[in-house]
């Protein structure tokens, strides 16, 4: 059983920053994906962000150049660093880990922009 820890969410004004992190166990293969998947209220879970080990980088549209996702290999953790946050940023976001073409997820982190 994988196990992936996430921590970080919470309540913020529109115009804020949070920051995501996401712990993997250290026993996992080296080759995957990392990322985070959004389910805002009464939507489909949908794509933030996700990151190879090799590094390779891929962001929704909507995130482009609000959000930044890393990694730590030696560690394995993921983090998302969330930028000028908006309204509609408002969502469970949780963390996946994408290995030996299985998916593995976090138990979810709530994440609301309001006034």
């Known amino acids: 059983q994988v196990q992936l820890v996430e921590s970080g969410g919470g309540l913020v004004q529109p115009g804020g920053s949070l920051r995501l992190s996401c712990a993997a166990p250290?026993?996992?293969?080296?080759?995957?994906?990392m990322g985070w998947y959004r389910q805002p209220p009464g939507k489909q879970r949908e794509l933030v962000a996700t990151?190879?080990?090799?590094?390779?980088?891929n962001y929704a549209d909507s995130v482009k150049d609000r959000f930044t996702i890393s990694r730590d290999n030696v560690k394995n953790m993921v983090y998302l660093q969330m930028n000028s946050l908006k309204p509609e940023d408002t969502a469970v976001y949780y963390c996946?880990?994408?290995?030996?073409?299985?998916?593995?997820w976090g138990q979810g982190t709530q994440v609301t922009v309001s006034s």
């Open positions: 996946n880990l994408h290995v030996l073409r299985a998916d593995y």
């Open positions: 250290k026993s996992i293969f080296s080759i995957n994906i």
């Open positions: 990151v190879t080990s090799g590094g390779t980088i």
